[in-house]
């Protein structure tokens, strides 16, 4: 699994999280998204985390989804019984896709995708679920579902709508066209682009700002955007003010406050 996936803690608290199966398009196995999914929940506990930066080795490929011939078939059934019984699909799809998108929409930390070639199906939802996207100038996005005849899952018609719109998200699914960078940051699915030989100081930048910066405020931030995405007013405003109760509490909250009082700048630590 060390092969497939390399992950490091630097001491400046960024992670970096890089996906090394080049000659495979970095696609992922079941193995490997059980490890990117542990990874990212173990990062919100771990206070020398403060940043996740997560990308794709060599200069091609990002993700180029999931890796269908690592399949997993249950050679232990019943005499009769089929392979795929009732219900098999959709338990697949929440227990695996699903469960990585989640994983990084739910992450305590920022997580950067520094995008560094093709992104293909759920390649495409794992940069769209990051909190923030940089991108090589040779890199696209393909919704490949439907070329395949397949809908579209791995969060993608949820991340897509909030994105860029429903009658966006509806082109991109039902043609299954490459979209390339330049498109993708003119619809709002990319931050920034940068020439490939500057994506890895590009994304460094950013982490290492976002690394000295107020997590527990980050990370409250992040969870009242994601949460605006699907509530009422009411429930968003209730929701900001618990936030806003918490950060108070949290020592960085209160640097801040004590710096602004001080004209001095604050020296945030992380809790």
């Known amino acids: 699994m060390t092969e497939d996936l390399l992950w490091d803690v630097g001491a400046d608290g960024v992670a970096r999280l890089t996906l090394n199966r080049p000659r495979a398009g970095n696609s992922l196995t079941p193995a490997m998204r059980e490890y990117v999914i542990e990874r990212l929940e173990q990062a919100g506990a771990d206070q020398r985390i403060r940043v996740v930066v997560l990308t794709g080795a060599g200069d091609r490929h990002f993700c180029t989804g999931a890796d269908l011939g690592a399949s997993h078939t249950d050679?232990?059934?019943?005499?009769?019984?089929?392979?795929?019984?009732?219900?098999?699909?959709?338990?697949?799809?929440?227990?695996?896709?699903?469960?990585?998108?989640?994983?990084?929409?739910?992450?305590?930390?920022?997580?950067?995708?520094?995008?560094?070639?093709?992104?293909?199906?759920i390649g495409c939802h794992l940069a769209y679920a990051c909190d923030l996207v940089v991108a090589s100038e040779g890199a696209r996005f393909v919704e490949v579902f439907a070329r395949r005849g397949l809908v579209v899952d791995g969060g993608g018609a949820y991340l897509l709508a909030r994105l860029i719109g429903p009658q966006r998200a509806k082109e991109l699914i039902f043609f299954a066209d490459d979209l390339p960078v330049t498109d993708a940051y003119r619809l709002g699915l990319v931050n920034k682009v940068v020439p490939p030989g500057e994506l890895a100081s590009a994304a460094d930048s950013w982490a290492k700002r976002l690394a000295e910066g107020p997590t527990v405020a980050l990370a409250l931030g992040k969870r009242l955007v994601n949460q605006a995405l699907d509530g009422d007013r009411g429930t968003a405003f209730a929701h900001e003010a618990l936030a806003a109760e918490i950060n108070m509490r949290s020592a960085d909250g209160q640097e801040g406050l004590r710096a602004f009082v001080e004209r001095r700048a604050p020296v945030f630590r992380g809790w």
Request: neutral net charge; aromatic residues 0%.
């Open 75 to 121: 050679d232990d059934l019943p005499a009769g019984a089929p392979a795929q019984p009732a219900g098999s699909v959709s338990r697949a799809v929440a227990r695996g896709a699903q469960r990585l998108i989640a994983a990084v929409l739910d992450c305590e930390k920022p997580v950067i995708a520094a995008v560094n070639g093709t992104a293909a199906g």
